[in-house]
């Protein structure tokens, strides 16, 4: 594969980070709607630099230096050893242009993968623990799981450890967006619901304010996402010229299939197609279509998109009338659960390379470890920032709204009035 065309599809990324933004900023309130747009800006920034700084010598990058510990007579690679602040990146260049590709993917990946939480946060959540949130992930989080998964790691090698096929995740499914919707449940879990939320234990609806901001940015997604899938496909799994171009076709399907579902599913439960849970479709089968990418059939992609359509819109209602968690863009059903649906998708409708049953328990093992393993170190990390820096704005900024508490200005300053002032506290 050429470099040229990954690294256009490097260069696509961004669209992806800027379709969620959207997306995040369209499904709050509009008292905080620039404070979301700053919050994303700033969590890309942290994530950048925290990533060279220290992210990508802990990523590390196939044939790497990495840190091994041994259990039962067995070798386990679960840490990449590059040195600190990319500084054996100039080195490299000299052999390979692969560790600079790995570096500049991973800058905007993880980035990408910062940005989820903050949707779970939106109205409540502090600029200054949003970006202590992000260079923990860009630091720990992320490149730890991306090294496992990526670079060569122990779920990667489960055939020599275990006598499975390895884990597998072409398109970031669960190093990006299963991770960040973890935060993003760890974040809603700490911030609590908005006030006026869940008034006598009762949901009360709390509309996003920019519908049309929210669909723009879908269809921005799109190109990022393709760019994405594209680019972690060829950089960590070399697939074919072929395979990119049925990965192109394969997340068009998957984002279509999603949105349609979600639409055929509102219009049955509510007599009406929602909007902003039709947008969420669209993510969740993008989300969901990432794990396969290329190796597996358009036919499989539908229904792959179809099930995570369906699946988010059921999420977000079980989230928010059940188990009581505001989750104003709907970030941990598309992200966590359209992300752990594509993962075991792959076991079921992927290549048969292994007896099937086999390939459905190297996902389930990668499963676990992210239930397992990385949400309780999310959580606690998260529980430890926010000791530091406390992650809910104060009572009067909730009502007042972040773009005044926060940035000291709204981002519609023209419109004084408020549609949820009358939403009782």
Known sequence: MTPDLCLICILLIPLAATGLALIHQGLGRSRSAAHAMLASLCSLAIAAIVFVLIGFSWMGFSEGLAHTFHLAGRSFDWLGAEPFFAAGLTSNLTHSLYPAFALAFG??????????????????????????ASALSAGIVFPLFAHWVWSNGWLAQLTQLFGLPAFTDLGGAAVLNV??????????????????????????????HNIVHVLFGCMLALIGWIGLDCAASILFYRITYTQVLLTVINAVLSASAGCVAAVVTTQLRYRKPDASLSANGWIAGLVAGSAACGLVSPLATILIGLIAGALVTLLVETLELHLFIDDPGGAISV?????????????????????RPALILAQLIGIATLLGVMFPLIHILHLLLNKLFPFRVDADGDWQG?????????????F?????EFVPR
């Open 179 to 208: 991770l960040g919707g973890l935060a993003a449940l760890s974040v809603a879990w700490i911030l609590g619901p908005r006030q006026g939320k869940y008034a006598d234990r009762i949901a009360t609806a709390i509309p996003g």
């Open 107 to 132: 800058i905007f990946a993880t980035g990408l993968s910062t940005l989820i939480p903050i949707s779970a946060g939106s109205d409540r959540w502090r600029l200054a623990s949003i970006c202590g």
């Open 416 to 420: 004084v009035v408020h549609a949820d």
């Open 402 to 414: 972040m773009d005044i508490r926060e940035l000291g200005a709204g981002a519609y300053p023209e």
């Open 335 to 355: 992200h966590l659960g359209a992300g752990l649906w594509g993962l075991l998708a792959f076991g079921l409708f992927g290549p048969a390379t292994a007896p």
